[in-house]
Every structure is written in C-alpha cells, then in structure tokens.
C-alpha cells in the first residue's frame, strides 16, 4: 500500500475545504477527513483523505445512537488539531454523518437532553455551527470503513477512502440538506418534563371566626 504524500495539484490553490465524515457501529467509531481544493481552470477540484482516527466502542453496553454520538465528538477533534496546524477558521470544516438521531440533537438545546448526550452536544456546539453538520447517506460515507472495519486488500484501490464520496466533487449547493427541525421516530435520550404542583390552603380571618363563634 502506497499513500501519496502530496494531497492537492501544484497550481494555484482558489479554494480550500475540510470535509469531515463520521460514523459508528456496535464495533467502532471514528471519523475521516478529507481536503477539497479548487483551482483556476481549467484543473479540476480535487478531494483527498488528509486524517482518520476511530476507537474501539467501549465493553459496556451502549446504544449504537449514543455512538452515533461519539463519533462526531472524535471528528470535531481530529477537526480541531488540524485546522490548528493549517491555521485555517473553523468555517472552512463540513461536517457529515449518516445518523438523523445525531443531527437532530446536534441541532437542539443542550438542556433538554439527558446528561450524556448533553454533555457531548454541548462540546459539539461549542466549537462549530450546528448547520456545518449535513446528513449523507451510508453509502457515501466512507466512515462507514472506519466503524465497520476493512481488510488492507479491499482498500488499496478503494476510491471512496482515498478521495471520498462523488459528492465532494460537485457544487457545494449540491450537496446533501435535510431538515432537522422535527426529531426522529424513537429518540429517547430526552429529558422527562416534571410538572410541580403547588398546594394552598386558605385559612379563615379571624373576624370570621368571631363571626360564626
């Protein structure tokens, strides 16, 4: 296996993108980053895998929404590391998962969820604007590699890893948008709504009390 080392053409540089999928299963979770580039014409945009990071999903049982989770919590940090280094805003990163449980929470209040999906929408919104985050289908999300594992044969020439999906070569406004705003059947993570009561008893004045003595 050969990796190039050089990830974009040797002209001028017009426009440049960090794309971030993300992915999880029972498995694994990760994310994988690629650098899209635009050049003067004619040369055509390019895209190439820049960083992938996935870690094993931990022995006590969690749902697999709950990982779905975890995933773009490690893509915005992988996401963080390298626009750091390549001193770039944080504007410049798309971020793309597969999970409508996740984008909904992403794009919700952190309050209204229980504590652990709080916590990691709360890290998510902090660093990057809800609407960077799209939806793109299993198919094209070459995470899914990074969560339900490959053998190093079937990657060598495996073009959806090395310079992800066909997507990242069109129009940014042809790109993927789903609407968020109604959550998805079978969300559970939020919180329960406590309604208090209160209770008040009215004593008689005392010039009642007179009264009816």
Not at 130 to 138: C, D, G, I, K, L
Not at 141 to 157: F, H, K, R, Y
């Amino acid at each position: 296996m050969k990796v190039p080392c050089c990830i974009r053409l040797p002209v001028r540089v017009t426009s440049f993108k960090l794309v971030n999928f993300v992915d999880a299963s029972t498995r694994a979770f990760g994310a994988a980053i690629y650098a899209q580039f635009e050049y003067d014409p004619p040369h055509p945009q390019t895209c190439r895998l820049l960083a992938s990071k996935s870690k094993v999903a931990p022995l006590v049982p969690v749902t697999v929404s709950r990982l779905e989770l975890m995933a773009p919590v490690t893509g915005l940090r992988l996401s963080l590391v390298i626009i750091r280094l390549l001193e770039i805003p944080m504007s410049a990163v798309k971020s793309y998962s597969d999970s409508l449980h996740v984008l909904w929470w992403i794009r919700g209040h952190g309050n209204d969820f229980r504590a652990f999906v709080a916590d990691r929408v709360g890290e998510i919104q902090m660093h990057s604007d809800p609407q960077q985050w799209q939806h793109v289908s299993t198919e094209q999300n070459p995470a899914d590699l990074v969560s339900c594992g490959v053998n190093a044969e079937n990657i060598i020439d495996n073009s959806l890893w090395w310079n992800g999906p066909y997507l990242l070569l069109k129009s940014e406004d042809d790109w993927p948008k789903i609407d968020c705003d109604n959550p998805p059947r079978g969300v559970k993570e939020c919180k329960k709504r406590t309604v208090l009561l209160s209770h008040h008893t009215t004593f008689p004045s005392t010039q009642n009390a007179e009264a009816e003595e």
